[in-house]
């Protein structure tokens, strides 16, 4: 039999969909958990305002490079539903670091500057076409909860959704994000990319598109 490599399509791909099937561009891209920088968001959207959140210090110079020619700021901080200052526990895999590890050793973990999606960019994205995309190891429904002026702004909103509760009890799963995002007017619009759990091979993560479910991303239901 053969093994599946790629769930869904990928970002460049959605993106390329927004453009010439939709019509669409925005005119601020988010990029929260921006690492090394999301460049499949930064190619497709040459022409918008790019904000960059990332709080670990080894990935800025990259990230800084990954934005150079495109009009940027980058926030060296991370975002969740409350400001303030929390300690990121940090992984092998340095991709992995993440603000919903409990009980983590005290060698791994890291202090870093956390704000909130409004506090940030509430009056910043008014009246703008925006897009949000959120990559932060089970964080990424505190960020919403944390934007809820930002999010009504967003006519797309790209979240890391997992599959299993890798942090435990408190990691929201596949069901709570979508539900928590119906709660706020918005439908899954598409599945993107993914990632297989090394234990068993089983899907662990896909990243969802959601669109507001009265907008002009979902203009029908035909089929």
Same mark, same amino acid.
Request: net charge negative.
């Given at each position: 039999?053969?093994? &599946?490599? /790629?769930? !869904? @399509?990928?970002?460049?791909?959605? #993106?390329?969909?927004? %453009?010439?099937?939709?019509?669409?561009?925005?005119?601020?891209?988010?990029?929260?958990? &921006?690492? /090394?920088? !999301? @460049?499949?968001?930064?190619?497709? #959207?040459?022409?918008? %305002?790019?904000?960059?959140?990332?709080?670990?210090?080894?990935?800025?110079?990259?990230?800084?490079?990954?934005?150079?020619?495109?009009?940027?700021?980058? #926030?060296?901080?991370?975002?969740?539903?409350?400001?303030?200052?929390?300690?990121?526990?940090?992984?092998?895999?340095?991709?992995?670091?993440?603000?919903?590890?409990?009980?983590?050793?005290?060698?791994?973990?890291?202090?870093?500057?956390?704000?909130?999606?409004?506090?940030?960019?509430?009056?910043?994205?008014?009246?703008?076409?925006?897009?949000?995309?959120?990559?932060?190891?089970?964080?990424?429904?505190?960020?919403?909860?944390?934007?809820?002026?930002?999010?009504?702004?967003?006519?797309?909103?790209?979240?890391?959704?997992?599959?299993?509760?890798?942090?435990?009890?408190?990691?929201?799963?596949?069901?709570?994000?979508?539900?928590?995002?119906?709660?706020?007017?918005?439908?899954?619009?598409?599945?993107?990319?993914?990632?297989?759990?090394?234990?068993?091979?089983?899907?662990?993560?896909?990243?969802?598109?959601?669109?507001?479910?009265?907008?002009?991303?979902?203009?029908?239901?035909?089929?």
């Amino acid at each position: 039999m053969e093994e &599946a490599t /790629r769930p !869904t @399509r990928t970002f460049a791909q959605f #993106f390329n969909w927004l %453009k010439c099937s939709m019509n669409y561009a925005p005119d601020i891209c988010i990029d929260v958990g &921006a690492a /090394r920088g !999301t @460049r499949s968001i930064y190619e497709a #959207f040459p022409n918008a %305002k790019h904000f960059a959140f990332e709080p670990m210090a080894q990935f800025l110079p990259d990230l800084r490079k990954s934005l150079a020619p495109y009009d940027h700021e980058i #926030f060296a901080m991370a975002l969740m539903d409350a400001a303030g200052e929390l300690e990121i526990t940090t992984t092998s895999n340095e991709y992995g670091s993440t603000l919903m590890a409990r009980n983590s050793p005290p060698e791994r973990r890291v202090a870093i500057p956390v704000s909130t999606l409004d506090q940030q960019l509430a009056r910043r994205v008014a009246g703008k076409r925006t897009l949000l995309k959120t990559d932060c190891q089970g964080g990424d429904l505190s960020v919403i909860r944390g934007g809820d002026q930002v999010v009504q702004q967003c006519d797309v909103i790209i979240m890391e959704v997992s599959l299993y509760r890798f942090w435990g009890a408190h990691h929201p799963d596949l069901f709570d994000i979508v539900q928590a995002m119906r709660e706020r007017g918005f439908l899954v619009l598409d599945i993107l990319d993914g990632l297989f759990k090394p234990s068993n091979k089983a899907l662990g993560q896909v990243d969802l598109a959601f669109a507001k479910e009265e907008g002009p991303l979902r203009p029908h239901s035909r089929w």
